[in-house]
């Protein structure tokens, strides 16, 4: 699995802690406390879904275009590096 994957699963639990410890220190009722907590797992799982999303397609966006410039160039030439004289 890779970190793009665990992005909105870490943005849910850490957005889930903070957003428990302050209603804890503002004293709400459970049943409050637990309506608004799941509110909150699911409004930052689903911000982190589009965010990985909107990555996505910017990645896929890249490939093409570097694609594109290969297509129309050629073929990637590599240079060799020349190795340099040290001064002694």
Request: hydrophobic share 55%.
């Amino acid at each position: 699995m890779n970190n793009k994957k665990r992005f909105p699963l870490a943005l849910m639990l850490i957005a889930g802690a903070v957003v428990s410890i302050i209603l804890y220190i503002k004293n709400f009722e459970l049943i409050m406390f637990l309506w608004i907590l799941l509110a909150s797992l699911v409004f930052f799982y689903v911000m982190g879904r589009i965010a990985v999303s909107v990555v996505d397609r910017f990645d896929r966006e890249n490939e093409e275009a570097n694609a594109e410039a290969e297509d129309e160039d050629g073929a990637v030439i590599e240079k060799e590096a020349v190795p340099q004289e040290q001064d002694t």
